[in-house]
């Protein structure tokens, strides 16, 4: 598919799109769905990104099954979080409440980018029995920062997150199951050693994953050429749907990407 078609903002089939606001733990909070069936598919955005980040692919996922992006507490059209200490496992639950409160169907495929794939893989640790499939996005890993270096940063992220809570609460996802699960890194430029070890950690969670890059790609592949190449995504998504549906593994990484610039891990 080319690029130029991906890139239609938000071309929803008729009827299938909603959007609004719902409330949690006194912040409002926005999301955008589109299409039908399940699994739902959850995208989550890195930071400071919205859900515009997702207006590439999004529109494509609605064709396989209903698809919701949605801002995080403080980003895009959220209000800001309540004070006090937030970590991941904040985000986590105040997706889960989203969800709820919006009710939007499980169970889950989750999508994250960069910050969100932490917060897709702490979901799916979190809430196994709502999760069907996960797809990472080169999604944020720690290789250089221990949880001591972390406390020494004495600042939480932009978002409010407290970035040592991040790095040991990262560290207790020691597995995710056989959910299929999908991992793509980026090649522009190439990945070192350290993060390439990272991103293979992140595909040994599963005992039912694809490793991959996608090699034209920077750290935004749901973009269009020449920054990313969407259609890797939508191809990793509508893989994991679809594994999510028939209880079969995933086709082999060679198989799925087919005919895309995507080299596999070993």
Same mark, same amino acid.
């Given at each position: 598919m080319a690029a130029a078609a991906l890139c239609t903002p938000l071309a929803w089939a008729a009827g299938t799109h909603a959007s609004g606001f719902v409330t949690v733990d006194g912040h409002r909070m926005f999301y955008e769905c589109g299409g039908t069936g399940s699994p739902t598919v959850v995208l989550d955005a890195g930071s400071p990104d919205t859900t515009a980040t997702w207006r590439w692919v999004q529109p494509q996922i609605a064709r396989h099954t209903r698809v919701c992006a949605y801002d995080r507490a403080g980003l895009g059209r959220s209000a800001p979080p309540p004070r006090g200490h937030r970590t991941p496992r904040t985000q986590v639950r105040e997706l889960r409440l989203l969800l709820a409160a919006a009710k939007i169907p499980g169970p889950y495929v989750v999508v994250g980018h960069s910050w969100g794939g932490l917060l897709?893989?702490?979901?799916?640790?979190?809430?196994?029995?709502?999760?069907?499939?996960?797809?990472? @996005?080169?999604? &944020? &890993?720690?290789?250089?920062?221990?949880?001591?270096?972390?406390?020494?940063?004495?600042?939480?992220?932009?978002?409010?997150? $407290?970035?040592? $809570?991040?790095? @040991?609460?990262? $560290?207790?996802?020691? *597995?995710?199951?056989?959910?299929?699960?999908?991992?793509?890194? *980026?090649?522009?430029?190439?990945?070192?050693?350290?993060?390439?070890?990272?991103?293979d950690a992140e595909a040994a969670l599963s005992s039912d994953r694809v490793d991959a890059i996608a090699r034209l790609s920077t750290h935004y592949i749901q973009r269009p050429a020449p920054i990313g190449q969407p259609q890797v995504v939508v191809t990793a998504v509508a893989a994991v749907v679809t594994a999510a549906r028939s209880h079969d593994p995933l086709a082999p990484c060679e198989q799925l990407f087919a005919g895309l610039a995507v080299s596999c891990r070993p």
């Open positions: 897709a893989r702490l979901f799916a640790y979190v809430y196994p029995a709502q999760t069907k499939g996960v797809v990472l @996005v080169d999604a &944020t &890993t720690f290789p250089y920062l221990t949880p001591a270096q972390a406390r020494r940063l004495h600042r939480p992220n932009r978002e409010g997150i $407290d970035i040592a $809570d991040a790095v @040991v609460q990262s $560290d207790t996802i020691k *597995s995710l199951g056989d959910v299929p699960l999908v991992v793509l890194g *980026s090649n522009k430029p190439r990945l070192d050693p350290k993060l390439l070890a990272a991103q």
